[in-house]
């Protein structure tokens, strides 16, 4: 009955943020500021370039759109309470904290499988090219996305419940810019046994499977491009991976280093290199796809003379 007594004292969580020092907290409001403003702006560009040019309507540009979306929801849920930690009182209610991690959780696994879905797109157009428009229809594009979107929030919605049983009854001081499950079940004072059972077992599955799923299509790409004879040939099937490579690796390497080591083991560094998958990532994608992509290079250009005229 005392546990019980004291968990319903528990109604906020403080999020010391990246930085106690005061000195701290206006260069970093600025700095996440302009992150921020860059990456809706960038992703932003990126949807309006893609459904104002109809030489962009293809099933990868399709993909990109909801990416660029999703990038936009998924900074919007970590960025904006960062900002008003760095000037103001740094709580959150335990009921925002919950809603925060189950979207930052949805969000960040929604990307995942858009991230899977767009490399069976490079797969299917580079090993199976005379069966690409049959395979990458309408229908079938718009089913992909439906499950990327709503897998995620199963997998979150588990988590979430899972932590609100819990008892939090000694501090309620998160060391973490967000509500991050880690720092959370850190804090504690019951059995977080379940918890963590389900972090390696379902968690590392929900990681894993989409990896091994994207490392899976670049293998077969990589054996198929190795089979153009043409110098020219090879290069141009890289060059529509290479991006998509690059935002993969960001991605996941951060997710990794982060969520697949034991409880026992998180530490602050783990605060920065969460900042590789929730800020950084979202605001370099506009970036990474824009570059050395000339449809998309085309498409801003048009979209940039259509505004001046």
Known sequence: MEKVNQTSSVSEFILLGLSSRPEDQTPLFILFLTMYLVTIIGNLLIIVAIHSDPQLQTPMYFFLCFLSFTDICFTTTVVPRMLVNFLSEKTISYAGCLTQMYFIYAL???????????????????????????????????????????????????????????????????????????????????????????????????????????????????????????AAGKRKAFSTCGSHLTVVTLFYGSIFYVYLQPLSTYAVRDRVATLAYTVLSSMLNPFIYTLRNRDMERGLRKLMARRKS
Do not use: Q, W
């Open 108 to 230: 960040a696994n929604t990307d995942s499988c858009l991230l899977v879905v767009m490399a069976f797109d490079r797969y299917v157009a580079i090993c199976d090219p005379f069966h690409y428009v049959t395979t990458m229809n309408h229908h079938r594009c718009v089913l992909l996305v439906a499950f990327s979107f709503s897998l995620p929030h199963l997998h979150s919605l588990l988590h979430t419940l899972l932590l609100n049983r819990l008892i939090f009854c000694d501090s309620n001081v998160i060391y973490h810019f967000f509500c991050d499950i880690k720092p959370l079940l850190k804090l504690s004072c019951s059995s977080t046994f379940v918890n963590e059972i389900m972090i390696t077992s379902e968690g590392s599955i929900v990681l894993v499977t989409p990896f091994l799923c994207i490392t899976f299509s670049y293998i077969r790409i990589f054996i198929t491009v190795l089979k153009i004879p043409s």
